[in-house]
């Protein structure tokens, strides 16, 4: 056998090998189970990963029960309004707790929660989230629209150490993130 026919045939038995790979791995990626900390069958590193935010400061907690995990969870948190006056409704705007569907399905947000340590709720209204996207709570007032909603505040809500508590209509705890003193992991 020459070398170039015993070359063609460990590249046809690697590119076999591959297709089989990849074969295996679609339906996997497609059942969602690439979706890292959602119910996916992604390694422990993976999984820190998707908890641990490069040092942003936030700790990630997905509620105890771990078995029926929700596809609304709490995405990006911005907790520092701009500017030196914090209690304008830019500055006011500039702090919001972003909410996701990492689902593919769509979620009716009516009567679900996103509430602080101190208690202060904003419940959310007839709102339709579409599969694998968001929408931010900020904390002043404007116009509610499918991808920004607004608490009408004339206060800060989110303070440099906070949590931020999401809960479904019938009050279950789906997400929780903390920061600041003590909190320095996601």
């Known amino acids: ?22 074969a295996a791995a679609l339906p996997a990626a497609a059942d969602g189970h690439n979706r890292v900390g959602r119910g996916g069958g992604l390694s422990h590193l993976a999984e820190l990963a998707r908890h641990h935010d490069g040092g942003l400061g ?8 771990h078995e029926r995990r929700s596809p609304i969870v709490i995405g990006d948190v911005r907790h520092d309004g701009i ?3 914090n209690r304008s409704n830019r500055a006011l705007n500039s702090e ?7 689902g593919r399905q769509p979620v009716n947000l009516r009567g679900y929660t996103l509430s602080d340590r101190d208690g202060n709720t904003y419940r959310f209204r007839n709102l339709r989230l579409d599969g694998r996207s968001s929408v931010k709570v900020h904390t002043g007032r404007g116009f509610d629209n499918r991808h920004d909603v607004y ?3 004339r206060r800060q ?20 993130t903390s920061w600041g003193r003590g909190r320095d992991h996601r």
């Open 1 to 22: 056998m020459s070398a170039s026919r015993l070359t063609r045939r460990i590249v046809a038995t690697v590119l076999a090998s591959g297709a089989l790979v990849a």
């Open 58 to 65: 936030r700790h990630h907690d997905r509620g105890r029960d």
């Open 83 to 85: 500017g030196r006056d």
């Open 96 to 102: 919001w707790v972003e909410v996701k569907n990492v």
């Open 151 to 153: 608490q009408d505040r």
């Open 157 to 176: 809500v989110w303070d440099e150490r906070d949590t931020a508590t999401l809960r479904n209509d019938n009050g279950r705890v789906l997400d929780q």
